[in-house]
């Protein structure tokens, strides 16, 4: 990315030229395409998180314990991709601004990797298969984080009312959920029904290409970044300053892994989960319905929920809210689904709340930093938060496919035995149960308050004007 603006130029974004402050309210058209750029981000992201160990264990014919190797491998490589991708936002300013340009020249070689992933050839042999695969999702990895990076950062430089930033949080949860619950409809049927299934999910991911490259089109025309900030071009060592002592940040990063670790291990095994524990493939897609779903109800209410009692306390109920149902996932018998499906709902409400505040609150260590040191870094900021995610989904993902291994199951197999039945359960409940309640515990101790966000706010305005005039 070439700039286009003098590095000396003080003010990046056009109505802060005299240090007012742009007006804070968005447009609806703002919120929907900030929602359609999360949902084409799972296009891909989703995708793989879903269904992609299931192809490598029963369609491409890699081991369970080699899928968990390559998933811990390629997502900590993921991981490190965030943070050179963080630095890549930071240094860049175009005329169309800092974030927007990765959505108009990456998203079309991520949605076309996300194909490539999913077409493992045939005729490599098992340790051709390998090697695919990991370069393929190493691949697929890197395009995500130059898109998702500036994706997650964006929010923060659209606005800094809390309650805006709220309801953008919600608007992202609703563009997942959206994409989660037809990626249920879309793929899981073909699980069961395909007579070729590796054909199906080839077409399936070329039509994503068509559909997610419409969507980041509509993020491109409707963003704009509005926060004002004092340095364009933000150098290595400015970044790190602003991450050094950011204790917000690091809290919040801790609490997420754990949450992450947990959430990311039951998303990976649930189609094993309704397909051998509850022994029907199709409850796989009422299953990711009812908890997933539930997103468009709880995202709804995040912003009163804000406004009422505050980002943290909202955080933490939430949680424990997830623990509870994830418990109960765990010890639902296989014969009673019905209760399995209300535990799913519950879980769902948790999850929903928790990922909904995550972004709002990610957005509010960018004000901390920029508090601390005076320079904004959207994209450092959040590709460390980012980090923490993706080491979280590689950990779960990997926790899921050796768990399935030190459970035995045996792929391809129609019936698996009462003990891997038993065992799939306790993957699926009790392992983000513990995760969880240690992100509940971190998040005790997070520093960063309502009251205390608008004072740095304020401070850091005053000091923009004070220079100015």
Known sequence: MTSTVAV?????????ATGTAPPTKLKFRTYLGYAAGDAGNNLAFSMT?????????????????????????????????????????????TRWGKFRPFFLFGSLPLLLLSV?????????????????????????????SLVNIPYGSLASAMTQEPVERARLASFRSMGTAATIIALAFIVAPQIKNSDNLQQSLTLTTLLFVVIGFGLYMLLFSTSKERVARDVAHVTLKQSLGTLKGNRPLLMLCLSALSFLVGMFTLQTVQAYYAR????????????????????FVVAGFIPRIVRAVGKKPAY??????????????????????????????????????????????????????????????????????????????????????YGLGFVGYIAQQEVQSQATQDGIRFIAGFVPAAFILVGVIIMVFYPLTETRFKTMVAEVTARRAAREG
Request: hydrophobic share 50%.
């Open 49 to 93: 998180s879903m269904f992609l160990l299931l192809y490598y264990t029963d369609v491409v014919g890699i081991s369970a314990a080699a899928a968990g190797t390559l998933f811990l491998v390629v997502r900590v490589w993921d991981a490190f991709a965030d943070i050179w991708a963080g630095r890549q936002v930071d240094k860049t300013m």
């Open 316 to 401: 933490i109920s939430a949680s424990i809210i997830a623990i509870i149902a994830a418990l109960g996932i765990a010890l639902t018998p296989s014969d009673r689904p019905g209760l399995a499906i209300a535990f799913f709902g519950l879980y769902g409400v948790g999850m929903a709340a928790v990922n909904t505040l995550m972004w709002a609150l990610e957005a509010d260590t960018v004000e901390y930093g920029e508090w601390r040191t005076g320079v904004r870094t959207e994209g450092t900021t959040y590709a460390v938060f980012s980090f923490t995610r993706k080491v979280g989904q590689a950990v779960g993902g990997a926790a899921a496919a």
């Open 276 to 295: 051998d524990a509850l022994g029907d493939a199709n409850y796989f897609i009422i299953l990711t319905v009812v908890s997933t779903g539930v997103m």
């Open 116 to 144: 490539a992933t999913f077409t493992v050839p045939g005729g490599l042999g098992g340790t051709g298969k390998l090697i695919y695969a990991y370069a393929t999702y190493a691949l697929l990895g890197l395009a995500y």
């Open 8 to 16: 000396s130029d003080p003010i990046t974004t056009p109505s802060s």
